[in-house]
């Protein structure tokens, strides 16, 4: 039986903690983790998400628990520092990319019509050397 003194949360392989929400976080806040004193608990949750999701690799942490209640996650198991949260970063590389597609779409256009009278070009200069006969092949 644990004591209050330890808690369990849950770490990916990319050593994000499952949130509360079922997201993963980068646990720098640890309000919003799933935490509970009761390491079956957090075996069961393991299952759960495995079962689900058979990529993820996650692994029970014990922690400390501090004097609000909430784990004391060590230094080495956080992931590099993120910008954002997951949810507001990919919200803000899609604006990001719909700006730079707009960009690349017209600089596209204008590479795909030059690509486009070469290949004619090239198409009528077949016709012509045809019609002439100049591409045709001896036989042997």
Same mark, same amino acid.
């Given at each position: 039986?644990?004591?209050?003194?330890?808690? +369990?949360?849950? !770490?990916?392989?990319?050593?994000? +903690?499952?949130?509360?929400? *079922?997201?993963? /976080?980068? =646990?720098?806040?640890?309000? =919003?983790?799933?935490?509970? &004193?009761?390491?079956?608990?957090?075996?069961? !949750?393991?299952?759960?998400?495995?079962?689900?999701?058979?990529?993820?690799?996650?692994?029970?942490?014990?922690? *400390?628990?501090?004097?609000? =209640?909430?784990?004391?996650?060590? &230094? $080495? /198991?956080?992931?590099?520092?993120?910008?954002?949260?997951?949810?507001?970063? #990919?919200?803000?590389?899609?604006?990001? $990319?719909?700006?730079?597609?707009?960009?690349? +779409?017209?600089?596209?256009? $204008? %590479?795909? #019509? %030059?690509?486009?009278?070469?290949?004619?070009?090239? !198409? #009528?200069? $077949?016709?012509?050397?045809?019609?002439? =006969?100049?591409?045709?092949?001896?036989?042997?």
């Amino acid at each position: 039986m644990s004591d209050m003194s330890e808690l +369990f949360i849950l !770490q990916n392989h990319d050593n994000l +903690f499952l949130g509360r929400q *079922k997201e993963w /976080l980068d =646990g720098r806040d640890p309000t =919003g983790l799933f935490k509970t &004193p009761h390491k079956d608990e957090a075996v069961n !949750q393991v299952f759960e998400i495995s079962s689900k999701d058979y990529t993820q690799r996650i692994r029970v942490v014990s922690c *400390k628990v501090n004097e609000k =209640g909430l784990p004391v996650i060590e &230094p $080495e /198991l956080l992931p590099d520092a993120q910008p954002k949260s997951a949810s507001l970063f #990919a919200e803000e590389a899609v604006t990001d $990319e719909a700006t730079v597609d707009v960009d690349e +779409f017209a600089a596209d256009d $204008e %590479d795909a #019509a %030059d690509i486009k009278l070469d290949a004619e070009s090239d !198409q #009528a200069n $077949e016709s012509d050397e045809t019609e002439t =006969g100049d591409n045709q092949q001896p036989l042997l």
